[in-house]
């Protein structure tokens, strides 16, 4: 019996430690997608300001 428990229990601790890992990849892909958005919006300004400076002269 107390096999089968410690079998269960190491089950159980594999799997919290799989949906932990998952949601740190989550939260990694997301921070990802943030700064590459971020990026995407600084090229996109400077690019304007850079058009509106040569149109403005």
Do not use: C, G, P
């Amino acid at each position: 019996m107390r096999v089968l428990w410690s079998a269960y229990q190491e089950v159980l601790i594999m799997r919290k430690r799989r949906v932990q890992s998952k949601r740190l990849n989550k939260t990694v892909a997301a921070n990802r997608r943030k700064l590459k958005l971020t990026s995407m919006k600084k090229k996109v300004s400077a690019r304007n300001r850079v058009f509106v400076h040569l149109v403005n002269h």
